[in-house]
């Protein structure tokens, strides 16, 4: 008889642990910061990984893939539910100190902490819409109509900016491009003889690829309706491309 009311007590603090654990509520600040997902399940499959933000009782969701850079800002963090407005749409999870999933109607992302804290949410906010704006006049179909390169080191140096490797970008030539078309996940660039296409992510005035080990990084930006793109090789050689927008 002691044994079982020593088991039946034993079960009912156990279960008292367990529903205290469930209920266990986590203070926003617990969250500040950047999150990075290492899974991610969304019919959404344009992108294969989010940042979240968390600041002061709000949470925001980013990409630097897919269609949409920004997916949700002003999230409300209450009772470890995401609300817009006065709609839950996730659930959060805190597996502990550093990691936390988050589900939803056909979502379900697992997080880690960043070690690294590049950005506040404010900040990601604002690159993220940025880009989104910038990204909708790079889309599209552009024809190169200048070409010019130049020494920034030294203007008067003819000699090195003749030399090969200071015209070429992941194998393409700079001064062979004839056109560049700009999807929402992808870069083309054409030449007489070939095309060569790349996935890459932007920011509000770079766009960044990865050819073999190498992530290249090219500046952007518009002038008279005309796109500009400036690369810069490794002895200041900058190589700089006009184009006019063909559709």
Same mark, same amino acid.
């Given at each position: 008889?002691?044994?079982?009311?020593? !088991?039946?007590?034993?079960?009912?603090?156990?279960?008292?642990?367990?529903? +205290? #654990?469930?209920?266990?509520?986590?203070?926003?600040?617990?969250?500040? #910061?950047?999150?990075? *997902?290492?899974?991610?399940?969304?019919?959404? /499959?344009?992108?294969? @990984?989010?940042?979240? =933000?968390?600041?002061?009782?709000?949470?925001?969701?980013?990409?630097?893939?897919?269609?949409?850079?920004?997916? &949700?800002?002003?999230?409300?963090?209450?009772?470890?539910?995401?609300?817009?407005?006065?709609?839950?749409?996730?659930?959060?999870?805190?597996?502990?100190?550093?990691?936390?999933?988050?589900?939803?109607?056909?979502?379900?992302?697992?997080?880690?902490?960043? &070690?690294? !804290?590049?950005?506040?949410? @404010?900040?990601? +906010?604002?690159?993220?819409?940025?880009?989104?704006?910038?990204?909708?006049?790079?889309?599209?179909?552009?024809?190169?109509? &200048?070409? *010019?390169?130049?020494?920034? !080191?030294?203007?008067?140096?003819?000699?090195?900016?003749?030399?090969?490797?200071?015209?070429?970008?992941?194998?393409?030539?700079?001064?062979?491009?004839?056109?560049?078309?700009?999807? =929402?996940?992808?870069? *083309?660039?054409?030449?007489?003889?070939?095309?060569?296409?790349?996935? =890459?992510?932007?920011?509000?005035?770079?766009?960044?690829?990865? *050819?073999?080990?190498?992530?290249?990084?090219?500046?952007?930006?518009?002038?008279?309706?005309?796109?500009?793109?400036? =690369? @810069?090789?490794?002895? /200041?050689?900058?190589?700089? +491309?006009?184009?006019?927008?063909? @559709?």
């Amino acid at each position: 008889m002691l044994l079982q009311k020593i !088991q039946t007590g034993a079960l009912l603090i156990l279960s008292a642990l367990i529903i +205290v #654990g469930c209920s266990k509520t986590y203070d926003p600040s617990f969250f500040k #910061g950047e999150w990075l *997902s290492d899974s991610l399940v969304t019919k959404e /499959n344009d992108h294969w @990984r989010e940042f979240l =933000y968390f600041d002061n009782g709000y949470a925001a969701r980013t990409t630097v893939w897919g269609r949409q850079y920004l997916l &949700n800002k002003n999230l409300k963090v209450k009772d470890l539910q995401l609300y817009e407005r006065d709609k839950a749409l996730f659930r959060i999870k805190v597996i502990d100190s550093n990691k936390i999933t988050v589900e939803g109607k056909d979502y379900y992302g697992s997080f880690r902490r960043s &070690n690294y !804290q590049p950005d506040e949410m @404010r900040t990601a +906010v604002t690159i993220a819409e940025k880009t989104e704006s910038q990204r909708k006049k790079l889309l599209g179909q552009w024809k190169a109509i &200048n070409f *010019s390169i130049v020494s920034l !080191q030294d203007p008067k140096d003819t000699f090195t900016i003749h030399l090969p490797e200071h015209r070429n970008i992941a194998v393409i030539s700079t001064d062979k491009i004839t056109a560049v078309n700009v999807g =929402y996940n992808q870069l *083309s660039f054409h030449t007489n003889n070939h095309i060569r296409s790349f996935e =890459y992510n932007a920011e509000p005035d770079k766009i960044n690829f990865i *050819s073999g080990d190498v992530i290249f990084s090219l500046k952007y930006y518009f002038q008279n309706e005309r796109l500009i793109i400036e =690369y @810069r090789t490794f002895r /200041n050689i900058l190589n700089s +491309v006009t184009f006019e927008k063909v @559709r």
